[in-house]
Every structure is written in structure tokens, then in C-alpha cells.
């Protein structure tokens, strides 16, 4: 069972734009995991709210450093801190803009005691009002330098709302979970819905591999069009795929590597820019 809860956490707490995941099981009483990573997204393929493919001209590039942390307060109370440290956005027609993303803080409760399956409540606390102006590289025909707004906070509070089941197997190195969530969201923005599989394996008692699958829609009948930028996520619907590998380098050291990307086979994609992220990191347990 432990191996099994290692393998769930390191799906938990890896970060991808939209590609977190969540499981059943909690973390033991006392017990605490931090991982620090790396990630990286680029594209010029932009999914317009309306779901048409709309080549921007530009590459759309964001790069982030997150510090992510767990700590058992019991054997089915589990607290979870989630810091984007830096975040950095640009378009490669303009500067870079940078700041502290949104911080999340959640508790996780193990419902039942004979079986993994919990409930997550999250906090998502804005770090700033959701500007963050990044000017243009070159002078437009005026002579002036245009500004377009890179925000890493969207300026709101957001409450996640999340139930999640795991099931072991008899092998002892294969778990499958599944999940579904609703966050709540102020300042008018539509509120939205996730879920999500994913099925995870170890091997040669070194190496977790993990699959997984998530949609998000959301749940309101319009876009709160004074804030329709991608990056407040305003009537952003999609579907994520991810492969997640951690190599165990010893018993309490682990080094993670990950990769996500998006389809349109589920939910076809809206206002989104659709590309792959790239992350890697490193992580303690204990």
C-alpha cells in the first residue's frame, strides 16, 4: 500500500497547466512530501471561445517554478500547499513579464476508512489584480509601443470542490483512480467542472509510469467578456492528456519528469492556446 500511495502522490502534485490530478488516499500522520519543479509551454495555436483554430503569428511562451508541499495531520487529514514561485509570460513579439502565480491551500479528508476516497477543498488566493502589462518589442506604425496584458493572477479567488476514488490492485504496483471537481469562482467569472482518470504502474521497483486523462467545461451559459484572456481561463474548456515518470534514486529521493498536451476528442478546445508542456523536478518524502 505504501508504494501504491507514492505513485498517487507524485500524480497529485506535479505541476502541468491544467493536468493535476487527484486520488482517494491521504498521506500518513506526520508524513510529508515537497517536490520543487520546472515547466515549459509554447505555442502560436490559439482555440478561439468559439473553438475556431486561429494562428496568432506570434508564439505564446510561459515558464514556471513551483514549490508543492503535503503534510499527514493525521491518517486521513491531509494538508497541501501549492506555490507557483515564478511564473513568467511573453509572446515572442513582446517582453517578458513575470510574478508569484496564484497560491492554493487545501485540506483533503479520506471519507471512508476501508476504502480511498476523498474529499479536497482548496483555496486558489490571488497575488495580484490580474495585471501584468508586457510591451511590445517593436514600435507599431505610430511610433508607439503597443502593451498587452500577461497576467500570472487572475485577480480572483477561486474555492475547489473536489471527490476523488482510488482502487490498489492485487499486484501491489498498479492503482487506478478517478476524480470530478467544481470550482467556484468570484468576480463574475463562469464557474467550471473537471474530471478525470488515470491509471499508474510501477517497474523494476525504480520507475512509476502514469497515464491520465481530464476534461474541463464550464458551467455557466456565458463568458464574463470583460475578462475573456486565456489566461483568466474565462470559457477555457479542453481536454489533457499527460504521462508522468518518477525514478526513485533512493528511498526518500525521487527525480520526475512530465509531459502533458491537449485534444479535442472529449471536449473540443476553447479559448486556449493548444500545445505540450514540458516539466521536470525533484522531490523529498518522508
Not at 507514492?6 to 493535476?20: D, H, N
Not at 519543479?37 to 502560436?44: L, Q, V
Not at 482555440?47 to 503535503?70: K, R, V
Amino acid at each position: 500500500m505504501k508504494k501504491l500511495k507514492r505513485i498517487i502522490f507524485v500524480c497529485c502534485c506535479f505541476f502541468t497547466f491544467y493536468a493535476q490530478a487527484q486520488s482517494g488516499w491521504t498521506r500518513e500522520a506526520k508524513g510529508f512530501y515537497l517536490q520543487a519543479s520546472a515547466a515549459h509551454f509554447f505555442s502560436n495555436n490559439y482555440y478561439t471561445t468559439e473553438g475556431i483554430l486561429a494562428d496568432q503569428g506570434s508564439t505564446f511562451n510561459t515558464s514556471a517554478l513551483l514549490i508543492y508541499g503535503e503534510y499527514g495531520i493525521s491518517d486521513r487529514f491531509t494538508a497541501i500547499v501549492d506555490l507557483p514561485l515564478v511564473r513568467l509570460n511573453s509572446f515572442s513579439t513582446t517582453e517578458t513579464v513575470g510574478g508569484v502565480g496564484n497560491i492554493q491551500l487545501a485540506v483533503k479528508y479520506n471519507l471512508l476508512k476501508s476504502f480511498p476516497l476523498s474529499l479536497q477543498v482548496a483555496l486558489d488566493i490571488p497575488t495580484n489584480d490580474g495585471s501584468n502589462f508586457a510591451q511590445s518589442n517593436n514600435a507599431n506604425a505610430f511610433g508607439e509601443f503597443d502593451e498587452i496584458n500577461l497576467p500570472v493572477s487572475d485577480g480572483e479567488f477561486n474555492v475547489w470542490t473536489t471527490l476523488a476514488a482510488s482502487h490498489g490492485f492485487k499486484n501491489g504496483k498498479t492503482y487506478a483512480s478517478a476524480f470530478s471537481s467544481v470550482n467556484f469562482r468570484t468576480e463574475d467569472f463562469s464557474n467550471q467542472f473537471q474530471a478525470g482518470v488515470e491509471l499508474g504502474h510501477l517497474f523494476f521497483d525504480k520507475l512509476y509510469l502514469i497515464g491520465k486523462l481530464k476534461i474541463q467545461e464550464r458551467l455557466s451559459s456565458e463568458n464574463n467578456v470583460q475578462s475573456g484572456s486565456f489566461l483568466f481561463g474565462e470559457g477555457t474548456i479542453f481536454t489533457n492528456y499527460g504521462i508522468t515518470s518518477m525514478y526513485k534514486v533512493t528511498d526518500h529521493f525521487n527525480v520526475v519528469a512530465q509531459y502533458s498536451d491537449y485534444a479535442g476528442f472529449l471536449v473540443e478546445r476553447k479559448n486556449i492556446y493548444d500545445g505540450g508542456t514540458f516539466s521536470l523536478g525533484v522531490s523529498f518524502e518522508y
